[in-house]
């Protein structure tokens, strides 16, 4: 079975900083995505970034960016230039191959953004 | 972009009662539906997977007869917690994906805070 491991419960980042959450993941496919999740307190599941597998390519959207490094089966996200509406949990989560498939999130990290 | 709504947001309901939580694909056509549980300072569980028309497929762990799931519609996915107790009590969270052409994103609901009284 996939298994997704965030092994930082809690970061804490000062604003205008940059943050990097970490997460593994445990497979034998060699079809599957990867995403990071943010959920802030009203708990709405917001998708941040989304990486394919098969893409050598880091993801990246704006101030979000991945670093995928498949043989280590790592998918860190890094935050930048933090802003206060940053705070929240963010998942980590996989998903084998086709899109009806589901998703395996990780534990999550609490990242707190200091003023 | 595409939306999905959960009603009840909350629900209060005494031990023994059972609770209804639908899941509403507004703008698109949703083929498959997923839903979560959430304790609190936790992680998602998928507690299912349900297809239009066809049965839904629980975890391991899941009682199927206590959380029944229906997907009548490509639009409607309910989930039923019958004969509800205290430790029912949960933040329950669906998502849907899209029938066609919508790629291969989940789309989430804002979920429903269950308390059994």
């Known amino acids: 079975a996939q298994t997704v491991t965030q092994s930082q419960p809690e970061m804490s980042v000062q604003e205008a900083e940059t943050v990097t959450l970490s997460c593994t993941y445990d497979?034998?496919?060699?079809?599957?995505?990867l995403f990071w999740y943010k959920q802030p307190p009203s708990r709405q599941m917001i998708l941040v970034i989304r990486?394919?597998?098969?893409?050598?390519q880091n993801a990246t959207e704006n101030r979000f960016s991945v670093n995928f490094q498949k043989a280590a089966k790592s998918f860190s996200l890094k935050i930048s230039d933090s802003q206060l509406g940053d705070a929240a949990m963010y998942f980590c989560a996989y998903r084998r191959g086709a899109a009806g498939n589901k998703l395996t999130f990780g534990g999550g990290t609490r990242v707190l953004v200091k003023p | 972009g595409a939306v999905v709504s959960q009603h009840p947001s909350w629900v209060i309901c005494k031990s023994g009662t059972s609770v209804k939580i639908e899941c509403r694909s507004l703008?698109?056509?949703?083929?498959?539906m997923f839903w979560y549980r959430q304790f609190p300072k936790q992680s998602l569980m998928l507690m299912a997977t349900s297809n239009e028309g066809s049965k839904a497929t629980y975890e391991q762990g899941v009682e199927k007869d206590k959380f029944l799931i229906n997907h009548a519609s490509l639009t409607l996915s309910t989930l039923t917690v019958t004969s509800a107790h205290p430790e029912d009590s949960s933040f329950y969270i669906c998502?849907?994906?899209?029938?066609?052409?919508?790629?291969?994103?989940?789309?989430f609901g804002p979920g429903t805070r269950l308390t059994v009284l």
């Open positions: 998502s849907a994906r899209e029938a066609s052409g919508g790629g291969n994103e989940q789309f």
């Open positions: 497979t034998s496919e060699s079809d599957y995505y």
């Open positions: 703008d698109f056509q949703a083929t498959t």
């Open positions: 990486q394919e597998a098969y893409k050598q």
